[in-house]
DNA sequence: ATTAGCACTCTCCTTGATAGAGTGCTAATT
DNA sequence: AATTAGCACTCTATCAAGGAGAGTGCTAAT
């Protein structure tokens, strides 16, 4: 592949930009007009007709103007798009909504979800930090009703799971605090998949309870399909490609389709990646429904401790620039908040 | 008001049947075709002048057909529409689906807004159970890092809140356990609101704890924006009076603020009822984005004890029937689910 | 009370003409 | 050798005009 002059790499910078603001396809008179440019149009034409050669712009008709291909923002965003950051005012006030909050991670989240959407005009989405090997910290089980138990493990990330379920028997409440009490104390630094080693050094009846809650344990923790938080969704109802047209709704339908979520977001891997964000540009051949769409992701949190993803998906014509900063800014951010909690 | 008479009854109920599958507004003739009526085109004609007459429907312009008016689906839901039930095969099947799973409220949502959503093919909204005037039942306070503590309360109807908060100083767990335990012990039966008048039972550390902890037990409880599950959103983004139009993008903004939609769901008590479901129409006056949304609403639960909200919104001439159904059969067996819950 | 018949109205779709934006190519200019 | 002015050509979007279709209201006949 031959490289791009500087003429070229800035035409397809404008190009693009005027293409992310107005949807159209943009044609060389009205890019020299709206930018001011040194060059006549017939210039123009032909660098335009050189990028479209090399594939980086397409026409949707002769004598119609150019829009970018998949391709194209592929180069911009790789080799084009400085990075930039937030304006600092922005960083700041966003920084203090977070730090002002309790430490709820419910809340955190939703606040993530709300400001990535905000800043970026697109879909946010958003998962709760997960333990990536859980080690259990202190355990509770208590008596709600009857047979029924809630189970509550507070793990050493720090972050806490709760569930429901009912026994076999009934037992008193001072009988399951003294077997979660054991539990917690013989379970102390153990792995969640590696506590029934402790069966033996329990008295009967906590052994009894034992077997019962120990695949509600590991189930909690392993496939933990972990919740995601959506905002924004008006946002990219909004763009024309969405508008009316039939490709809106099979992006929607993949979005309230929580297993192809996690899927999605799991595999953040692919695509280019920038300073640790992810950009995949219209599906990348492996999401049909997204063909129209792209997406911003980046993990967060302490790698190999505690980590969640956060990122955005608009239209194939987003601004990647805002969305980059932003999901970089709030990948920041959310790491930080994460590791302080631990440390506090 | 002057009372119709059968035959417009019949051709009420018609006019709305037909508008309901085709959105478009229906004429004289085709309702004579289509529903192969023992009258003249002519007929007809008279009785839907008569009905337009009385405002229970409306016509475009001269020369075009009829629809029914927001006075209309009034009518035909108070008076003509019969109770139906969801059918006795579909019923078992989602029965099973809900008994078929843990114990487990955050999982009954999710899939009470699925099984919703799809019977009524518009979007659902479900709320979950929530304490009419909540009582402490169990306590517990577990330190997890520093002096950052995590409180669990469990209340008597059996469910559960939790929250994390920061301490002055640091305790230990035995500290925190033995107050959380007088705690529970002394505020056995008390609402929340009273737990202050425990603290001379209490020693002295208790009471330093108890201080902290009494503004976030308070809190806890009382506005507790409750977690609204949606789901179906593709489903009334299909319908033609939403896609195109900035009438959709009104409505999903209003489902997106969450404090609006905590409002509306808490409001179930305007518009008529029948059976316990509410039907909201063209949004009552109340809801200027909503003019083209009718609402099908529920509350289900126990009353006085524990209740929860659930409904479903979609576009005015959505099938009422199948809503109303739909939301009855729901808001009964998520009302069975919470009592059993409790009971078992 | 119902209906057949008819004149009239309004929308929607098609057709044809036109303006506008854009292209590619060639020849002139720097 | 790169740039640009000029020109012929292409394709779309828009608008007006005309006709088909669906619907109405009214009157007179059944």
Redesign the pocket.
Known sequence: MESLSDRQKMLLTLVIHEYTRTAVP?????LVEHYHL??????V??E??AL?EMGYLR?P??????SPTEDGYRYFVSQLLQQTDLPAETRRTISHQFYQMRNDSDQWMRLAASVLANQSRAVSLVTAPRPENAVLKHLELISTRGRQILMIMVMAGGEVHQKFFSMNEVYSQEQLSTTAAAITQAAQGLRMEDIVTIRPYLDETSQIILNSIIPELTQTTQPALSEVYMDGMTNVLAEPEFSGSEEARRAFRLLEERSMLDDLLSRSVVGSAVGGVHVIIGGEGAWEELRQCSIVLARYGLPGQITGTLGVLGPIRMSYGRSISAVRFLSGLLSELVSTGLAD
Request: hydrophobic share 25%.
């Open positions: 943009v044609g060389s008179q009205s040194d060059l006549s149009s017939a210039t034409r032909n335009l007709a479209t026409q008709h002769t004598s119609a103007g150019r």
